[in-house]
């Protein structure tokens, strides 16, 4: 369905990633990827990851609150792949405090580093792609239900969230005539490095499995099968759009 698109990802922590599950979604699928990574010990995991099934991806080191990285990561990836069909966004970060106790009591230090790492970098990454995208292309971020509901812990996350979907209509809006589609995936929670962070994180997923349709909760290939859908020729009329991967859950009422 891929084969021989070009794509970089962001977000590949280790096994348990929605970015990863993504990427194994796309490779199998005929992709060639591009990762990037922050620190040293990251780098050591997604190097492990990919050294048996995709031993020739680009490891890349990108920081998204450092310009310049970011500048640097899309000439290298330019210089390895000559362009880029799809760019996958699964950052998000929020300090630890921020996501204890309400909401009320977030720092201007705590929102403002929750904002810039987990939406901002959305455009910017969106804005360095463009150019290498000059047949059109794909961008699929990774959003979730508390960007529209209260869910408690969730805190400035969900309202990192909120400002990540509204970009996501706007970057369609302005890529739109250069054939780059931007969609986001709002999956159910999975246990990740990053919901680890998020307070009483099992409740969470015990309260969706029980009230959601499907009555189990989501599994990160089928959040990556979906990104694979969006990234595809298959999507090619999709775009500005929050497509929910949570077994229903998003419809439920009381």
Sequence with gaps: MLKDKRGIIFGVANKRSIA???AQALHNAGARLAFTYQGDRLKENVEG???ESMPDS???????TKQEEVDQAFRQVGESFG???FLIHSIAFAPREALDGEFLTTTREA???ALEISAYSLSQLARAAAPLM???GSIVTMTYYGAEKVVAGYNVMGVAKAALEASVRYLANDLGPRNIRVNAISAGPIQTLSARGVA???TMLKHAAERAPLRRNVQPSE???TALFLCSPLASGITGEVIYVDCGYNIMGI
């Design 111 to 113: 929102f403002l580093s």
């Design 134 to 136: 000059a047949d059109g």
């Design 49 to 51: 990851l990919t050294r």
């Design 58 to 64: 680009p490891l890349i080191p990108c920081d998204v």
């Design 200 to 202: 009483d994180f099992s």
């Design 223 to 225: 959040v990556g099968n």
């Design 83 to 85: 362009g880029l069909d």
């Design 20 to 22: 990863w599950a993504t």
